[in-house]
Nanobody
């Protein structure tokens, strides 16, 4: 069973930066360091939306709303993924979730992510 633990959430002012971290464990030997990883977010009353995803090789995809402001990165040896958020806006306020799926052929935001972390709250005030 894959387990994901996020950290790094908090409260910031608009324009400031924040960095989220997520460590995954429990992958099969074949998939260790070779699984899709992604960040999603959900605000009260809204549907969950994909924020950014990344292939094991480092190719990333971003939602239009965060492109140019957020950067996803990963370190495969320790199955860690980060989300660096800059020039943050009040509309970035949400619970942020780390997700993964044990595949590496398609790691876009529409992939079938099936393991999720507990989430970390991010609040941006104006």
């Amino acid at each position: 069973q894959v387990r994901l633990v996020e950290s790094g959430g908090g409260s910031v002012q608009a324009g400031e930066s924040l960095r989220l971290s997520c460590v995954a464990s429990g992958y099969s030997r074949k998939r260790n360091g070779r699984a899709c990883m992604a960040w999603f977010r959900q605000s009260p009353g809204k549907e969950r939306e994909g924020v950014a995803s990344i292939y094991p090789g480092g190719v990333a995809s971003y939602a239009a709303s965060v492109k140019g402001r957020f950067t996803i990165s990963r370190e495969n040896t320790n199955n860690t993924v980060w989300l660096q958020m800059t020039r943050m806006r009040p509309e970035d306020t949400a619970m942020y979730y780390c997700a993964t799926v044990e595949r590496e052929d398609y790691c876009g935001l529409q992939s079938d992510y099936n393991y999720w972390g507990q989430g970390t709250q991010v609040t941006v005030s104006s």
